[in-house]
């Protein structure tokens, strides 16, 4: 059975930084391009970026390239997602999910991450 | 970026069909692939993949589910509907990086 399991979110202060981890089993974690999405409360998904199987190529949607890392340990079938300068705008339930040419076809639960003083 | 609109909302009757549109700002298509999916998100539920490439059935989706389109159009059809499928749904490109989603489209019972 494959399984996406998100773990790290919780309360931050602005201004900090937060590192979320994707734990991957039942599947060939190598294989597979990785992706990050999240939604903000009462909003629609947003993606984040992606990382390719050996980490050579890394995208990121270009309002988020300069506050968050994507990376990924193949060793560990775990995918990271670095969170820095963290803002209300932030505060959302972050996701992962392994890509494909036919779109994300696995998704973890989330895990919520809020921004608050 | 290749922005994807959708309606926000669609009302409809259990038995009918919905079709639910995506239209994209440039075409996603690269030769015979249309490089539009579709997702199913419930409250609290992350989303799950629906229809890929525009309108490959994903494993273990029931057949009442369809999806068409090329270029810059795709359609989204849930016919008959049934009560499990009120949803939000969301279709997403994956032409180039970034990758981006529709706003989605809230199926609501009439």
């Known amino acids: 059975e494959v399984k996406l399991v998100e773990s790290g979110g919780g309360l931050v202060q602005p201004g900090r930084s937060l590192k979320l981890s994707c734990a991957a089993s039942?599947?060939?974690?190598?294989?597979?391009?990785m992706g990050w999405v999240r939604q903000a409360p009462g909003k629609g998904l947003e993606w984040i970026g992606e990382i390719n199987k050996d980490s050579s190529t890394i995208n990121y949607t270009p309002s988020l390239k300069d506050k968050f890392t994507i990376s990924r340990d193949n060793a560990q079938n775990t995918l990271y997602l670095q969170m820095s300068k963290l803002g209300s705008e932030d505060t959302a339930i972050y996701y992962c999910?392994?890509?494909?040419?036919?779109?994300?076809?696995?998704w973890g639960q989330g895990v919520m991450v809020t921004v608050s003083s | 970026d290749i922005v994807l609109t959708q309606s926000p909302a669609l009302a409809v009757s259990l038995g009918q069909r919905a079709t639910i549109s995506c239209r994209a700002s440039q075409s996603v298509s690269i030769s015979r692939y249309n490089l539009m999916h579709w997702y199913q998100q419930k409250p609290g539920q992350q989303p799950k993949l629906l229809i890929y490439?525009?309108?490959n059935l994903a494993s273990g989706i029931p057949a009442r589910f369809s999806g068409s389109g090329s270029g810059t159009d795709f359609t989204l059809t849930i016919n008959p509907v049934q009560a499990d499928d009120i949803a939000t749904y969301y279709c997403q490109q994956s032409r180039e990086s970034p990758l981006t989603f529709g706003g989605g489209t809230k199926l609501e019972l009439k």
């Open positions: 999910a392994s890509e494909t040419s036919g779109g994300m076809d696995y």
């Open positions: 490439r525009a309108s």
């Open positions: 039942g599947f060939n974690f190598n294989d597979y391009w």
